[in-house]
């Protein structure tokens, strides 16, 4: 993972991309930790983290994960999923962001260097390209180490830079003994959700993939 450090970064994170992945691999992120990674690899600008939210719904299990977030360095972008019913009468959640990242990544990139986007989603690729056009550097972190691969292999191409997360796991993940603890002290399901003071991730269930 090589940057330069008078870069100026921003980091653009798929939520339900990012934890799709995560959870592929077998582990969960500590984003207090991927924060500061990305602190030292230069001059992080912005760290932009977006999902849809089901607020028709009582308790959501991501939103102790947004409410952390939101007070720790990161900027939420969030909006309302849709339901609707396909012609074979199944009922379907969207929450699709890609939208709001592209755009937001448009208009923030005369004030960046490098554009970290956590997604493996191949609809980026075209984003990739016209950023590379106004002279910027863009990583793509994924992985390959899954079957099927969680990026997009046109998407890998196009970046300037992948990053295999399942390499940066030491760096990133949350110990399995804190989170264990923390769990078993506040009992049951919603313990496993609570925010955590020290930057732990989440089970994010409701961050949904664009139909599910």
């Keep these: 993972m090589h940057f330069y450090q008078n870069e100026r970064i921003a980091l653009f994170i798929d939520g339900a991309n990012l934890y799709a992945t995560a959870k592929s691999l077998g582990f969960d992120i500590d984003y207090k930790r991927l924060l500061a990674l990305f602190r030292q690899k230069g001059q992080l600008v912005r760290a932009l983290y977006y999902t849809a939210l089901a607020e028709d719904q009582e308790y959501s299990s991501i939103r102790p994960l947004i409410d952390w977030l939101d007070y720790n360095g990161f900027t939420m972008v969030t909006k309302p999923t849709k339901e609707f019913t396909d012609s074979s009468g199944r009922r379907k959640v969207k929450g699709n962001m890609d ?30 390209g016209a950023l590379q056009q106004m002279g910027k550097r863009v990583s793509v972190v994924s992985t390959l180490q899954t079957q099927p691969p969680m990026v997009a292999d046109e998407l890998r191409r196009q970046a300037d830079q992948f990053v295999d997360i399942a390499d940066l796991e030491g760096l990133i993940c949350r110990d399995p003994s804190a989170r264990a603890a923390r769990t078993g002290a506040a009992g049951g399901r919603q313990g496993a959700y609570a925010p955590a003071r020290d930057g732990g991730s989440y089970q994010d269930s409701d961050d949904l993939p664009e139909e599910v």
């Design 99 to 128: 939208i709001e990242l592209t755009v937001d990544a448009m208009r923030l990139a005369e004030s960046l260097d490098h554009v970290v986007l956590f997604s493996g989603d191949g609809d980026f690729r075209s984003l990739v």
